[in-house]
């Protein structure tokens, strides 16, 4: 069985449901934060061992936080460093992506192009970088993979994931 894979803005996949959305973050968690927090009540000093305890993941990494659907941090960003990406830190996340895809039996997911929504990566250089993960792996439950582009993709930034049963969708 193939990926299919659909490209578009995040509109057109508003309501859509996914097994898994993949978030661009940083070593601390700062990029991939909840925006909307739930309030919490910790003690003081409960908050203060954490935060000196705290040790920043290693970019690359992908975290797993579980609910509907899940949630793939991808760690592509050390915001202590300039740039505060690399694209070897890039290709490492999307092989974790599609390694916990498939442990978890997920059926599809939505990702950004990352690199893209906080860095300055061309999406062409991205899709050239996804098309060598995709080549890599070896999906048995992956289906669909919703890639959300960011303005003024033009469509022959995709043109290295035509050999994948790719819906296109860039029209405003």
């Known amino acids: 069985m193939g990926i ?7 509109r057109n996949f508003e ?3 996914t097994d898994a ?15 909307f927090p739930k309030e919490r ?10 935060a000196v305890a705290n040790v920043p993941e290693k970019p690359g990494n992908v975290l ?12 592509i960003h050390d915001l202590e460093s300039e740039p505060t990406w690399r694209e070897e830190w ?3 996340a999307l092989c974790g992506i599609f390694k916990e895809a498939e442990s978890r039996a997920l059926r599809s997911l939505t990702m950004p192009m990352l690199g893209t929504t906080h860095g300055s990566l061309k999406p062409g250089r991205f899709v050239q970088l996804l098309r060598s993960a995709l080549s890599h792996a070896s999906f ?8 959300v582009v ?11 994931l035509r050999e994948y049963d790719l819906e296109v969708r860039l029209t405003p």
């Open 140 to 147: 048995e439950e992956l289906e669909l993979i919703r890639l």
């Open 150 to 160: 960011p303005p003024g993709t033009a469509p022959s930034d995709l043109d290295p």
């Open 15 to 17: 309501g859509l449901t």
């Open 90 to 92: 890039i290709v490492d």
């Open 21 to 35: 959305i993949v978030l661009e973050d940083d070593t601390q968690g700062v990029l991939g934060a909840d925006p």
């Open 41 to 50: 009540y910790e003690d003081t000093g409960r908050l203060l061992h954490k």
């Open 4 to 10: 299919r894979i659909a490209v578009g803005p995040a």
């Open 64 to 75: 797993v936080r579980e609910g509907t659907p899940v949630a793939l941090h991808a760690v």
